[in-house]
């Protein structure tokens, strides 16, 4: 039996009367007991002082679609929709109405988030509340509204800049996010399901998380939910260190998982932004993957580092550098590939027509080579911009994972340099949860490529659906697969 000591027998009765009796009094022990002094006790923080600093940057952000009109539709919330869209939820099942008449006119599209960048009228918010909009209507925390003008958007880092004609406005203050540490306490401002100016706070979980091409996010427990979108992160010293984006969840609710878009990749894309309307970013012309501990050994390179150069293209900057399939780049103007996501964001954000060095592991050797970095093209207009049918239709192979696709137009197809695919027109269910999204191009099902709809219907057919399904598909420079699994 395990026997505590104590600093005297009469302290240990005590103490045993205690645990035996169930006793819920303090406990007074002897002072030759306290050898050492108890830890200050960590009260929880305030954030009423930074509600009532920030909160007057925090604004509300509404936006509208002109569509055509309809008669006896019977339209879904448009909130509720947003639910669905942006978190990634099968739609719920709704018939499709006759158009009896094609007046356009202006319909409430979803509610979001955003704060004042400058004094002059310039507000940052994510560019999927925004995407798509033909009126922005932007109110203050004093109820004054104002028609605000898109000034660009940035689909890759989902930032969005809008102006207002106004002056004199609260301006949030920016925060260092190299400061920012797991642990501390933040806190997030914005419109959750409409609601203004509502405050929830937690911690940082994580920084550097990778969930995108261009972006280590930062993580948090803070409480987000569908209208919170685009609005600040705020840490304890009243600035603004992030722009709540995402969630992550299975049920379309707020599961204890969010992350916010770290404020200085922010401020590099609305700075291009405010100047041009558009991002640039820099790209070589490789397709890359991660490598594992298994190849490191195998070929001598130690460490599961680097990136793996899957592909080349041809006349590219890194064809050009002599790069070749096989390579594992290490490093980037000297800065250490730790793992495949940082080559693209650290190319990214390299000007275009610069010159950089890349540091390569060929055959049991490292060496340096030269690279003039080339331009991403720009994002083209996406929705009703985009080329496709008014209203396709989704066979029934492709309604059971959740998928509808349509033609891809000659004119993209040259633009992408793609002999063949389908563009995805909507994604739910099986195919949600696999990761596509509108907009993705599917070049194969199954391991066979598909030069239109109807080669996908046939090849989607005669694949065995209670097994995982493996797709290729491109989503802007990338390519990538993804397995569809049935439902369970």
Not at 181 to 209: D, H, N, Y
Not at 412 to 441: P, S
Not at 474 to 484: D, M, S
Request: glycine share 10%; hydrophobic share 40%; net charge positive.
């Amino acid at each position: 039996m395990f026997k505590p000591k104590f600093a005297g027998s009469a302290t240990r009765s005590v103490v045993f009367a205690s645990l035996l009796c169930g006793a819920a009094s303090l406990l007074v022990l002897p002072h030759t007991a306290l050898t050492q002094p108890a830890a200050a006790a960590r009260g929880l923080p305030d954030f009423t002082d930074l509600v009532d600093q920030v909160g007057p940057s925090v604004v509300n952000i509404r936006t509208a679609e002109k569509v055509p009109s309809r008669s006896n539709s019977g339209p879904m919330d448009e909130e509720m929709l947003e639910f669905f869209r942006r978190f990634g939820l099968p739609m719920p099942n709704m018939p499709r109405q006759p158009r009896p008449r094609q007046d356009e006119e202006p319909q409430s599209r979803g509610v979001g988030s955003g704060f004042i960048l400058t004094t002059d009228g310039f507000v940052m918010t994510n560019a999927h509340v925004v995407d798509g909009a033909d009126e922005v209507i932007v109110t203050l925390t004093d109820k004054r509204e104002f028609k605000a003008k898109i000034i660009g958007t940035d689909k890759r880092t989902d930032v969005a800049v809008v102006k207002i004609n106004a002056t004199g406005l609260p301006a949030v203050k920016v925060g260092d996010v190299s400061r920012l540490r797991v642990g501390e306490w933040v806190m997030a401002i914005g419109s959750p399901f409409g609601l203004e100016s509502t405050v929830t706070a937690g911690i940082v979980s994580a920084k550097q998380r990778d969930t995108g091409d261009y972006l280590p996010f930062i993580q948090t427990d803070v409480a987000i939910n569908p209208g919170n979108s685009g609005g600040p992160l705020i840490n304890m010293r009243g600035e603004v260190v992030g722009i709540n984006s995402q969630i992550y969840s299975r049920s379309g609710g707020f599961m204890g998982i969010s992350f916010a878009i770290p404020m200085d990749e922010a401020i590099r894309v609305s700075d291009q932004l405010r100047a041009t309307g558009r991002v640039t970013r820099g790209r070589i012309g490789v397709q890359i993957g991660p490598v594992s501990k298994d190849v490191a050994e195998s070929i001598g390179l130690g460490k599961p580092i680097g990136a793996l150069v899957s592909g080349v293209e041809v006349g590219s900057p890194a064809d050009k550098a002599g790069v070749e399939a096989g390579d594992i780049i290490t490093r980037f103007d000297g800065k250490t590939i730790e793992k495949v996501a940082d080559l693209p964001r650290l190319v990214g954000a390299t000007k275009p027509g610069s010159k950089s060095v890349v540091t390569i592991f060929r055959r049991g050797a490292t060496r340096d080579l030269n690279i003039t970095i080339a331009a991403i093209e720009p994002d083209k207009a996406t929705g009703k911009a985009a080329e496709r049918e008014d209203n396709p239709k989704a066979s029934a192979a492709a309604q059971q994972i959740g998928l509808s696709v349509t033609e891809m137009s000659d004119a993209r197809k040259k633009e992408l340099k793609l002999k063949g695919g389908v563009v995805v027109v909507a994604a739910t269910d099986a195919a949600a949860r696999a990761g596509l999204r509108e907009d993705d191009i599917i070049l194969s099902i199954a391991n066979t490529e598909i030069s239109g709809v109807k080669d996908f219907d046939a090849v989607l057919a005669k694949a065995d659906k209670s097994k995982a399904i493996n797709l290729l598909y491109r989503r802007g420079e990338w390519t990538q697969y993804a397995l569809i699994r049935p439902a369970r």
